[in-house]
T-cell receptor, first 109, second 115 residues
Framework: GQNIDQPTEMTATEGAIVQINCTYQ??????LFWYQQHAGEAPTFLSY??LDGLEEKGRFSSFLSRSKGYSYLLLKELQMKDSASYLC??????????WGAGTKLIIKP | DVKVTQSSRYLVKRTGEKVFLECVQD?????MFWYRQDPGLGLRLIYF???????EKGDIPEGYSVSREKKERFSLILESASTNQTSMYLC??????????????FGAGSRLTVL
């Protein structure tokens, strides 16, 4: 079957760096997405990786290794507003999105 | 600012009632989707549509139907609500597949409780 694994919850300190991992086993691969979802709100797009390597976008970076079935989202200079759930999703060979259960990130002062 | 609007944020219905969840997008997107989101699970696709009057079953279509009479509107229908359909329902849209990211834009969600 198809599977996306990410930690359920992580805690980090304001101003620090945190890395949220995502491993996947899917039928084919056509890109990996990270979305951010604040409590009670819509998920919003953060990043997209289709080739191996690091994509940097301000304080957020996303890394992909297709051979390892692995990605991470790196958040730098954490702010309280970064407290949210982070959803990893992989687009499979049928161009359908397979979603992880999300990682709830708690930022402490 | 582009938007996906879901008409109801919170609904409480009784078992057996017919429930309509409405979703409207203003981005002229071809694709529209209905997901449900439950604690501890990834988003699960119920139905999607890539054109007016077209619909495709997702992973969990049982107990649901959809309607897309206009490009901007995609409705989710629970013909006879059951308690196991208590969930958060998310509508999303995206442009037609053309390679690249084809990012989803989500609505804020409709939290349905079935008693």
């Amino acid at each position: 079957g198809q599977n996306i694994d990410q930690p359920t919850e992580m805690t980090a300190t304001e101003g620090a760096i945190v890395q949220i991992n995502c491993t996947y086993q899917t039928s084919g691969f056509n890109g990996l997405f990270w979305y951010q979802q604040h409590a009670g709100e819509a998920p919003t797009f953060l990043s997209y990786n289709v080739l191996d390597g690091l994509e940097e976008k301000g304080r957020f970076s996303s890394f992909l290794s297709r051979s390892k079935g692995y990605s991470y989202l790196l958040l730098k200079e954490l702010q309280m507003k970064d407290s949210a759930s982070y959803l990893c999703a992989v687009r499979d060979s049928n161009y359908q999105l397979i979603w992880g259960a999300g990682t709830k990130l708690i930022i402490k002062p | 600012d582009v938007k996906v609007t879901q008409s109801s944020r919170y609904l409480v219905k009784r078992t057996g009632e017919k429930v309509f969840l409405e979703c409207v997008q203003d981005m002229d997107h071809e694709n529209m989707f209905w997901y449900r989101q439950d604690p501890g699970l990834g988003l699960r696709l119920i139905y999607f549509s890539y054109d007016v009057k077209m619909k495709e079953k997702g992973d969990i279509p049982e107990g649901y139907s959809v309607s897309r009479e206009k490009k901007e509107r995609f409705s989710l229908i629970l013909e006879s609500a059951s308690t196991n359909q208590t969930s958060m329902y998310l509508c999303a849209s995206s442009p037609l597949e053309g390679g690249g990211a084809n990012v989803l834009t989500f609505g804020a969600g409709s939290r349905l409780t079935v008693l």
